[in-house]
């Protein structure tokens, strides 16, 4: 019998790295408006928020601008529409799965434990990325930033997973890859489990004080 009848789990850097195809958007957006480009490592400290916060982020980094400016600015809007149409593009195409993902999936089915993905990525881009590397088959839900009012580190998505498949907080797991994770989970009142290859908003994993870091999704099936 495993330890846990629920594990929900965070998309990016957690079961999916995207953060390549997401920088290809961010670039196209700030190439098509003649703004400096951002490296990979920049974009991966940026990750963890949504879309939105990680492109503000990028465009007060380009422009030499504060976050307050940008959010303010009249061309943001702009920004946004461009970024929407580049990630559509983007994504799925050069993003790919963790080690041991899809065989931890599908083995925690196999003991009957339900899954759960909670991002704050938006609905529209979760749903290709999921598609793209065939997740839908191995989840029984999804609970993206635009799903409920509030996103991580609020407890909410966590807390309507455990409605829904009826689970008490001592028999649910959160595996994710950042404080933000550390923080819902925290806030659930669950125990929270992380992986270190992830987007941590460039600190260490290990500063999160997670229950416990595995190195791979490989070793949920040692529950």
Not at 15 to 23: D, N, Q, S
Not at 81 to 92: K, L, M, W
Not at 103 to 124: C, F, I, M, P
Not at 188 to 196: D, H, Q
Request: include cysteine.
């Amino acid at each position: 019998m495993s330890a846990f009848d629920l594990v929900m789990f965070d998309l990016d850097g957690t079961l999916v790295e995207t953060a390549p195809e997401i920088m290809d958007a961010v670039n196209d957006t700030l190439g098509a408006f003649a703004l400096p480009l951002v490296t990979q490592q920049q974009v991966n400290d940026w990750i963890g928020h949504g879309t939105l916060s990680l492109l503000v982020q990028a465009v007060a980094f380009s422009t030499g601008s504060t976050v307050d400016a940008v959010r303010a600015s009249q061309t943001l809007p702009d920004k946004v529409i461009s970024y929407n149409q580049h990630y559509n593009a983007r994504c799925g195409t050069n993003s790919r799965l963790y080690p041991g993902v899809k065989d931890a999936l599908e083995g925690l089915r196999a003991q009957g434990v339900k899954l759960a993905v909670v991002t704050n990525k938006e609905s529209r881009y979760t749903e290709v990325v999921m598609q793209a590397h065939g997740l839908h088959a191995c989840v029984d839900l999804v609970i993206s930033g635009d799903t409920l009012p509030r996103k991580k580190p609020n407890p909410a998505g966590i807390q309507a997973c455990m409605a829904k498949f009826a689970v008490l907080p001592e028999r649910a797991l959160f595996v994710g890859d950042s404080s933000i994770d550390v923080a819902s989970a925290r806030n659930a009142g669950i125990t929270v489990w992380v992986l270190p290859y992830g987007y941590n908003m460039g600190e260490p994993i290990e500063a999160c004080d997670a229950d416990r870091v595995i190195t791979t999704c490989a070793e949920l099936l040692a529950l």
